[in-house]
């Protein structure tokens, strides 16, 4: 396995595992970021690790803009998945989130804020 890569088992597919983030996951925010957490415990154990990234049709109306943003987030998080582990920890399910209209003009500003996050969340 890659160690920079984003292979299925860490992607968030299952809207089990989705609902039950929305409904007991911590929120935490950085600039135009924002994550949903949820760590395991013993009422509901995880596997490993799973991230999903989500951007809002209501700020990108088109498809290309929401694919481009998207792939920036997995971007970030595959390049810098060592540190993302190291701060949340090996098991738990996450959705990122871009939360603003204006797109990035470059990928070192998407990594930037991930960066950030994951700082602050181990901080």
Same mark, same amino acid.
């Given at each position: 396995?890659?160690?920079?890569?984003? &292979?299925?088992?860490?992607?968030? +597919?299952?809207?089990? #595992?989705? =609902? @039950?983030?929305?409904?007991?996951?911590?929120? @935490?925010?950085? =600039?135009? @970021?924002?994550?949903?957490?949820?760590?395991?415990?013993?009422?509901? &154990?995880?596997?490993?690790?799973?991230?999903?990234?989500?951007?809002?049709? +209501?700020?990108?109306?088109?498809?290309? =803009?929401?694919?481009?943003? +998207? %792939?920036?987030? %997995?971007?970030?998080? %595959?390049?810098? +998945? =060592?540190?993302?582990? #190291?701060?949340?920890?090996?098991?738990?399910?996450?959705?990122?989130?871009?939360?603003?209209?204006?797109? &990035?003009?470059?990928?070192?500003?998407?990594?930037?804020?991930? @960066?950030?996050?994951?700082?602050?969340?181990?901080?």
């Amino acid at each position: 396995m890659k160690v920079n890569g984003y &292979p299925s088992q860490e992607k968030l +597919k299952r809207k089990s #595992e989705i =609902d @039950l983030l929305f409904k007991k996951g911590k929120w @935490l925010s950085v =600039d135009q @970021l924002r994550i949903i957490y949820l760590n395991s415990s013993e009422k509901q &154990p995880l596997e490993s690790h799973k991230i999903g990234v989500s951007v809002s049709k +209501k700020f990108f109306k088109k498809a290309v =803009d929401r694919n481009r943003l +998207k %792939r920036l987030l %997995r971007e970030a998080y %595959r390049i810098n +998945k =060592d540190l993302y582990l #190291e701060s949340f920890g090996g098991k738990h399910i996450a959705m990122l989130f871009w939360v603003s209209k204006e797109l &990035p003009g470059h990928y070192s500003i998407v990594e930037k804020q991930f @960066l950030n996050l994951c700082l602050k969340k181990k901080g």
